[in-house]
DNA sequence: AGCCAGGCTCTCG
DNA sequence: CGAGAGCATGGC
């Protein structure tokens, strides 16, 4: 099926930032101007395709098969992942406003806030990445999607659907420590998939909360801080205003963009934040895409 | 060879 | 309450 693209939309931009211009990066996949991703939907897997047409549409393709309802829902699916349902108009009137943001992402326009296929993919993704450098969180990562995530061969292509709760909590507590995984962040994950399926974490009611509630609910969940669960209303629930004021890089990027180096406090950032808002998980986003093309060395 | 990296929990004063 | 230790791996 096709679905109309917004503008404006960078699909080599949004999707080389979704797989950390290398190609894959976890679950996702990026190949020869096509973005893969294996949707679940009830239990089953849907080998999905997204390429866009040249002619402002996004062609979404069930590789293996599928029903025509199968179809619409991999569409709907596709336009969450890639972030086409955000009006990005405010965010570029804030940039107008605000110069130094502007020389650091202007060239960014198009990038699209992605997100993570389930607030349990966006929660194991975050407690992974904490308190480590990116490199290593996409080390282990990886890891974990290969060894427990379905493998679904789709043409020429080896693609993985992000491991569902079930075969977290199967690998079990020592299966994760295996995977490179401390001790702690294995207990957080392993117990986390469990609450997912005992329904004690349930996706539905978090997207009906507001910000605050929702992170209050998230960090009720043991491994869950504040930071992570800020991250996780960025990237599953597609909060555009949440500032994960703790995050050590976002200190660091602000503190070289705005004040020379000089370092700034949790509490100076979320003060100066203001300025973005009420975009400042975009801002956030966008800052992030900045430093990963960066150092990915893209023109 | 250390030390640090997109934090969090637990334990002690 | 606030401060501090411990955590695991990969890169510099």
Redesign the pocket.
């Known amino acids: 099926m096709r679905i109309p693209l917004p503008e404006p939309f960078d699909f080599d931009l949004t999707v080389g930032h979704q797989t950390?211009y290398r190609g894959r990066a976890g679950a996702d996949l990026y190949d020869d101007g096509t973005y893969y991703r294996v949707l679940s939907r009830a239990g089953r897997l849907l080998a999905t395709a997204a390429t866009p047409t040249g002619d402002g549409l996004l062609d979404v393709t069930l590789l293996n098969g599928g029903s025509p309802d199968d179809e619409v829902f991999a569409g709907e699916r596709m336009a969450e992942l890639l972030g086409l349902d955000v009006d990005l108009g405010g965010f570029y009137a804030v940039l107008d406003r605000d110069p130094v943001l502007a020389a650091a992402v202007g060239s960014l326009r198009g990038l699209r806030p992605t997100r993570a296929e389930s607030a349990f993919e966006a929660l194991v993704q975050?407690?992974v990445?904490?308190?480590?450098?990116?490199?290593?969180?996409?080390?282990?990562r990886d890891g974990l999607v290969r060894e427990l995530g379905v493998s679904v061969t789709a043409g020429d292509h080896e693609l993985f659907a992000f491991p569902a709760p079930e075969a977290v909590l199967a690998a079990g507590i020592d299966g994760l420590?295996q995977l490179?995984?401390?001790?702690?962040?294995?207990e957080?994950i392993h117990g986390i998939a469990r609450d997912m399926l005992e329904g004690e974490l349930d996706p539905d009611r978090l997207s009906t909360m507001d910000d605050e509630e929702a992170i209050a609910e998230l960090?009720g969940?043991?491994?869950?801080?504040?930071?992570?669960?800020e991250?996780v209303l960025m990237?599953a629930l597609g909060r555009l205003d949440v500032l994960?004021a703790?995050?050590?890089?976002?200190r660091?990027t602000v503190s070289d963009l705005y004040f020379d180096g000089a370092e700034i406090s949790i509490e100076g950032l979320a003060e100066f934040a203001q300025r973005w808002s009420p975009y400042r998980g975009l801002a956030t986003t966008y800052l992030?895409a900045y430093?990963?093309r960066l150092r990915a060395g893209v023109a």
Do not use: C, E, M, N
């Not at 990445?129 to 282990?140: D, F, T």
């Not at 490179?180 to 294995?186: E, I, P, T, V």
């Open positions: 950390h975050s407690i990445a904490q308190q480590i450098s990116g490199v290593v969180a996409r080390v282990i420590k490179k995984l401390s001790a702690r962040k294995a957080y960090v969940l043991r491994g869950v801080g504040r930071w992570t669960a991250w990237r994960p703790g995050d050590l890089a976002l660091r992030f430093l990963r």
